[in-house]
């Protein structure tokens, strides 16, 4: 295997729980939610994920723990935001810290045991070919189903009548709501769909990332994550060249670390955070004629009947 | 079965009052729960966590050692949140801050520099942090970038610029390679105020922050100013103040005194510079200054309570077995209910049974 295919493989997985995670945040978000405990809601995922997987043997059911623990976490968001009307900022921040927690307690049981990973796809010939066979036919299910999940969310918002709902709910609620439409209810699912996405990017990290569950391994894809929906303009075919943009980053740095480039690892270590910044600073500034974000984003809806 | 809120005539100013109560009452009960289900005895496990700190002294004065950062963060926090800029990265202003006074400790270590070290480095300190502070900021104003993913994503470059200081140029020789600088010359630490005892002249220094930020939002136009761009934009544009420095200057002040925070936490209670100074205080503080209600006196009280949580939590792990994580599961689900019995300030809860029947407009 050659280094081009092996850094191009590394990338691909380390841009898949930010493309899963980005996903969820972008339906939200187009709900008109901005729901800020990505990061927390990844961390339990992450926990719960093993969990399952560990005492089951099964991925599969891995996975499943992790979108259940997900959409736990984002029903106490929900309740928060939505029936308590309460500010979205500072709930997704309780949440953040809630589920860093609560990971912690969770995954202490499992910290130092280890399970096998997810099966790579193989196709005998095609997984075969050179160059391209392990890249387009060696990966494992969470990769296709991360692009699978962007490509449906897409036709769900653009192609659908309920997206179009979705849409206008996060757009201006007062007139969905004035249409009929019941626009609390719209948001819950939303934010449960985030929820979802981002229990699985979370549960992909033991579960195929790294073969054992620490403390904190999450370390902030859930914000970047974040700053990806905004890098993406709100469109969900951007957000798979923002996601693998930044997975190559990651990529990146750790290659250059095992070169052993004359620049301090703790540099490398800090290029995706401060990648974040640079690219939210440059895509923030392009946008200089109003903004492409739902314009109900984060505020607070209490229909009057 | 359907939850509906209610939009109250005027603001409840009783429930605005014990709202913070009704919260920690609601905590204690959800905490209970959670013991029990851990196999403690929740009775035993709350006195641990909340009344066997108040028995020996040592405790007490660790009360307030811990206190002290909590509360001057998140008095800047509050200025940043009235003025509805949501600066989230304070940890990284505390490490920062850390870091920039601990440069003159390291520097001046071994000469014979003077008692003017300590004050220089407070002033370093606040400066490191007012500046890191200040990056968000300036992104949010100039650019338009999101002041709430850039001041979290600086913590992570803050711990990691930390990190390499003291495994590099920063790090003991004679520390057996372990990455920390040397222990601080007396003349670079905080003055402690009973001799032997914790309790350091940081505590003091608490307090004054708190009756300043006070007379600040009470007493000054700039507070009063700070206050209405965050409650009322509009009115603030009219009024013809300038939101932008407005969120320029909360962002230094609480940038300043997390920084400040940051040292005082270094020259005082740890001693020398080293990875892991701090257990979460700058997003701790984020409760603080919720609990407190964002009035400097609430959060005098807000930061004792947590201080409390801290102290307790690591007793309950060394006499109980409790894990420490407990105590930010405890963090997480106070601020949740904080925020959530502040809507009741706002509005009436009601819950309605058989909801009528609308009929739908356009489908």
């Known amino acids: 295997m050659g280094l081009i295919e092996a850094i191009i493989l590394a990338v691909l997985a380390a841009s898949t729980p930010l493309l899963l995670a980005a996903t969820g945040e972008l339906v939200t978000e ?28 099964s991925v599969i059911i891995g996975a499943l723990c992790g979108i259940g623990a997900g959409v736990l976490m984002s029903l106490i968001f929900a309740l928060m ?18 589920g860093i927690g609560l990971s912690g307690l969770i995954g202490s049981r499992f910290v130092g045991e280890k399970i096998s990973l997810a099966p790579h796809l193989h196709i005998p010939g095609l997984t075969d070919i050179p160059l391209v066979g392990r890249i387009l036919f060696g990966e494992d299910a969470f990769v296709y189903l991360s692009l699978a999940l962007v490509i449906g969310v897409w036709f769900f918002l653009y192609r659908t009548r309920t997206g179009l709902i979705l849409r206008a709910a996060g757009d201006n609620h007062t007139s969905a709501h004035a249409l009929g439409y019941p626009v609390l209810r719209i948001r819950m699912f939303a934010v449960m769909f985030g929820g979802a996405c981002a229990g699985l990017a979370g549960a992909y990290l033991p579960l195929a990332y790294t073969p054992f569950f620490i403390p904190g391994m999450t370390a902030g894809r859930g914000w970047i994550a974040l700053a990806l929906v905004v890098f993406a303009s709100w469109l969900p075919g951007r957000l798979v060249i923002g996601a693998y943009l930044f997975g190559a980053v990651t990529i990146l740095q750790l290659h250059a670390q095992g070169w052993g ?27 200089t004629g109003g903004s492409t974000a739902p314009a109900a984003l984060g505020t607070v809806f209490v229909p009057d009947r | ?63 307030a050692v811990k206190a002290t950062p909590l509360v001057m963060i998140a008095i800047g926090l509050s200025l940043c949140y009235l003025a509805n800029a949501w600066n989230i990265g304070a940890e990284g202003q505390f490490l920062i801050g850390a870091v920039a006074g601990s440069w003159l400790a390291v520097k001046t270590q071994g000469t014979d520099a003077g008692p003017w070290v300590f004050p220089a480095m407070l002033l370093l300190g606040a400066v490191g942090g007012a500046l890191y502070g200040l990056i968000p900021a300036i992104c949010k104003v100039r650019f338009g970038a999101s002041e709430i993913l850039t001041s979290l994503m600086l913590v992570y470059v803050a711990d990691l610029l930390l990190d390499y200081l003291v495994r590099g140029p920063w790090r003991d020789p004679k520390g057996f390679n372990f990455p920390t600088t040397a222990e601080f010359d007396p003349v670079a630490t905080v003055p402690v105020l009973i001799e032997g005892g914790r309790l350091h002249l940081g505590g003091v220094i608490a307090l004054v922050v708190v009756a300043a930020g006070a007379v600040l939002l009470a007493r000054t136009i700039k507070g009063f100013e700070i206050r209405v761009v965050g409650a009322a934009p509009r009115a603030a544009r009219f009024g013809g103040f300038n939101s932008n420095q407005l969120i320029l200057l909360a962002f230094a002040i609480s940038g300043a005194l997390a920084g400040m925070a940051g040292i005082i936490e270094v020259a005082g209670p740890v001693g020398h510079l080293q990875p892991g100074i701090s257990p979460g205080y700058g997003f701790t503080a984020i409760i603080v200054a919720f609990l407190g209600r964002l009035n400097p006196i609430g959060i005098l009280f807000a930061g004792l309570f ?45 819950l309605v049974f058989a909801s009528p029947k609308v009929s739908r407009g356009a489908h």
Do not use: H
């Open chain 1, 30 to 57: 187009r709900a008109g939610v901005l729901n800020l405990g990505v990061e927390g809601m990844m961390i339990v995922g992450a926990a719960c994920g093993f969990g399952g997987a560990w005492l089951s043997g």
């Open chain 1, 81 to 98: 935001t939505l029936g308590l009307a309460v500010n979205q900022v500072a709930t997704g921040l309780a949440l953040t810290i809630l």
């Open chain 2, 306 to 350: 947590l201080a409390l949580t801290f102290i307790g939590g690591e007793q309950a792990q060394i006499t109980m077995k409790i894990p420490l994580d407990v105590t930010k599961v405890f963090q997480g689900i106070l601020l949740f209910f904080v925020l959530a019995c502040d809507s009741l300030i706002l509005y009436r809860f009601k």
């Open chain 1, 261 to 287: 480039v004359g620049v301090p690892s703790q540099l490398m270590s800090a290029l995706p955070y401060l990648a974040t910044i640079i690219v939210l600073v440059l895509i923030s500034r392009a946008r």
């Open chain 2, 1 to 63: 079965m359907q939850l509906v809120l209610e939009k109250r005539a005027e603001r409840s100013s009783a429930i605005a009052l014990i709202s913070p109560l009704i919260a920690i009452g609601l905590t204690l009960a959800t905490m209970s729960i959670l013991f029990a289900m851990l196999g403690k005895n929740p009775i035993s496990a709350l006195g641990v966590y909340f009344i066997a700190p108040f028995v020996d002294s040592y405790s007490l004065q660790e009360i």
